[in-house]
Structures are given as C-alpha cells and as structure tokens.
C-alpha cells in the first residue's frame, strides 16, 4: 500500500529549503491533528521534523504556532493528562522507554512533541532587535 511507503518518500525531499505559507502549514497542522496511527499525522510529524527550524530562517509566528499546534495535538491524543502533569508523565514515559524500549503510540507522540518543541526557538531572547520590542 503505498500510503504507508510515502513516509519513505517525504524524508528524501529537502524539507531544509522549504519555506511555507499560511495554507501549507495548515494542512501539516490538520494531518497532525488526526489520530496517531494515521499516515497523515505521521507525514505531519515528517515534515516538522525534518523542516530548518535554525533561527533565523523561519518566521518567529511560525516557531510559535507550530509549538501550540504540538502542544494542542499532544492534548487531544493523551486526553488523561492534563497541561499541568504532561511534563512529568513525560519525563517518566522517557525514562521507562530507555529502559524498556517498548513504548506506545502516546508515549512516542509525547516524545517526539517534547523534541520537536526543544528545537524551535519560542524565548524572546531568540528574536531579532525589531521583533523584541
């Protein structure tokens, strides 16, 4: 089936040079949104993966509406851990799977969002002069 092959396809491509629109970065938004084992919401996670999150090369919006996207899509697939507890039950799924390595869909998910937010530059310390003010 060649929906679960295009996975392989989408981390060739040079996501690094892709600069996207509003439009674009909706629809990687509503594939993340979808439930985990979809093939869209893996491609979401694909593609803001393996997009050039340095600073400077995306716009400051874009690092801090994907990060509440993440965040809101952690929320929705992990409904029995609440914002203020998702940083702790995190931390523990992390340790248990390095020592296991079985870990389940949610447990992944919560792992990847917690990567992926760690790389996008959200600190106001992060922006440009103009931007800060």
Known sequence: HIGKLCGYLLQELPWVAWRPDKEDMKQVYDWLMMPIATVESHLARIIISHMNWELGLLPTHLHISTAIKIVQA????????????????????????????????????????????SRLHLHMMDRGLVESR
């Not at 851990?81 to 447990?107: D, E, F, K, P, R």
């Open 74 to 117: 952690t929320v929705r697939h992990n409904p029995d851990t609440g914002v203020a507890n998702s940083s702790m039950v995190t931390m523990t799924n992390l340790a248990l799977v390095s020592i296991t390595s079985l870990a389940s869909a949610q447990t992944q998910f919560a792992n990847w969002a917690w990567e992926t937010i």
